[in-house]
Every structure is written in structure tokens, then in C-alpha cells.
């Protein structure tokens, strides 16, 4: 799944560089449009594990596309890599680890609509 992003003033530090937090929030929405495009509560995937290289700076006013592919699905977590591109360049990348979880936030098997994305387009 891909979405198309501006770096917006309130993404920026003090330099006017997109601030280091945004990559996880960005990457975050992304992951939530496709939960919620399966139907899945994006609230049952919390966080294990984020990690992120940056490689180039995002600057205020700049458009980039942030790519989120699912890596892996275990038996309870899945595995997400993701990218931001703009004009061919990778500007940072990362990878996030999610648990699927029940109300009482116990882990529980993921659900079969996600496991079938593993190595499919994702829209």
C-alpha cells in the first residue's frame, strides 16, 4: 500500500527538516489505512518493534511516497517494512513489528485477512 504525503509545518524542527518522529507516524497511518481496508481494528496491533534509517532529509513543503509492503506474519505478529520515496530517492526506511491483541491486550492468532496479503499487492 502506498499514500502520497506533504511534509506539513507542523512536521518540521526547528532547521525546517521533517522532524525524526514523523517516520513512525506516517508509516503508522499508512498501516492503518490497510487495517481498516480489511476491516481489521488498527487498536489490536500494537507495537513491538520500530526501526528506522533515515537517508536523506524531507523538507517542509516537500511531497514523497510512503510504500508499506507486509513482510512476515507469524503466529501472533506481523512485520512491516516501509519506505519513503520521493523523485526516485529513499529519504528513510523502516521497519515495524505489531502484535495482534484481544480486548485484555493478550496476544491472539492474526487474523486470516492479513495473513493473506503476505507476498499479494497491497493496494
Not at 71 to 87: H, K, N
Not at 100 to 109: A, C, I, L, N
Request: hydrophobic letters at 40%; charged letters at 25%.
Amino acid at each position: 500500500m502506498s499514500k502520497n504525503i506533504r511534509v506539513e509545518w507542523v512536521d518540521v524542527d526547528g532547521g525546517g527538516a521533517a522532524h525524526h518522529s514523523m517516520a513512525s507516524i506516517w508509516a503508522e497511518r499508512v498501516e492503518h489505512s490497510l487495517l481498516r481496508e480489511l476491516q481489521l481494528p488498527p487498536d489490536r496491533f500494537p507495537r513491538r518493534r520500530v526501526e528506522v534509517d533515515f537517508h536523506r532529509a524531507l523538507r517542509f513543503g516537500d511531497c514523497f511516497t510512503l510504500s508499506l509492503e507486509i513482510a512476515q506474519v507469524g503466529a501472533t505478529s506481523v512485520v512491516y517494512l516501509w519506505f519513503a520515496r520521493m523523485c526516485g530517492e529513499v529519504y528513510f526506511s523502516g521497519c515495524t513489528v505489531t502484535v495482534f491483541v484481544d480486548d485484555e491486550g493478550r496476544s491472539r492468532t492474526v487474523p486470516d485477512a492479513l495473513r493473506s496479503k503476505v507476498g499479494s499487492p497491497l493496494t
